[in-house]
């Protein structure tokens, strides 16, 4: 499985999504600049988490307009799987690959803390080593998670089963408990919760390795 790993300035967790993919693929992916203008023929992008542009405007408004995402945009389109992590999860929204936004939490706090979730379709490139209904454990880390969508966008998201992970536990407010959503061909996936950061027993969570493994059996 050949990957890419999107940089933005004040990305922070662009190194570990690069470590989980090459424990799974076995090679390292391609580290390519907000900058750049063009992308390896990869099989997965990959927009990890972070602080891209400091959260400046709106967490994710500036990645979103890098010159990188004009490819990234125009391949997903296309089909290829794309991966948004916490502030990937912003920039999707953002780009309009994905409905919704992602608000200030309720509580006005940034969470980090591990969080369960539960997996609610399990049928996607992304999750498919997981099973409806499983439940799993997966670190957070964010001020800007409370997801937002309008009624009939919400109605969609459920309808064409488009959610693909709620919170057990709500940490942020999001509406209707959800943690991850696919866009409706399930090509897109933008999730708040770091599945990187749960790939090793000495990270305190194994849960997150089947994200990558699912990646690496369809791909």
């Not at 399930?186 to 790939?199: D, K, W």
Request: glycine share 10%; charged share 20%.
């Amino acid at each position: 499985m050949k990957s890419a790993v999107i940089v933005f300035p004040g990305s922070n967790c662009d190194r570990d999504v690069a470590v989980a993919l090459e424990k799974i693929a076995g090679n390292r992916p391609h580290m390519v600049w907000h900058g750049e203008t063009d992308l390896p023929e990869v099989d997965l992008v990959v927009l990890p988490g972070g602080f891209s542009f400091g959260d400046y405007l709106r967490s994710g408004a500036m990645a979103g307009r890098s010159p990188i995402m004009k490819e990234v945009i125009t391949r997903a389109h296309k089909g290829k799987p794309t991966l948004g992590i916490c502030n990937g999860f912003q920039v999707l929204t953002e780009t309009g690959l994905l409905p919704g936004a992602l608000m200030r939490n309720a509580g006005l706090n940034f969470v980090c803390r591990d969080v369960t979730l539960k997996v609610e379709h399990a049928n996607s490139a992304f999750t498919n080593a997981y099973t409806n209904g499983d439940e799993i454990r997966i670190p957070v880390a964010h001020h800007d998670g409370n997801y937002f969508a309008d009624d009939d966008t919400l109605k969609a998201l459920e309808d064409n089963a488009q959610v693909a992970f709620r919170y057990k536990d709500n940490p942020n407010g999001s509406q209707n408990d959800i943690a991850g959503i696919y866009n409706e061909s399930r090509s897109v996936l933008g999730l708040m919760p770091h599945p990187e950061r749960a790939i090793g027993a000495e990270l305190g969570s194994t849960d997150g390795i089947k994200m990558f493994e699912s990646l690496m059996a369809s791909l």
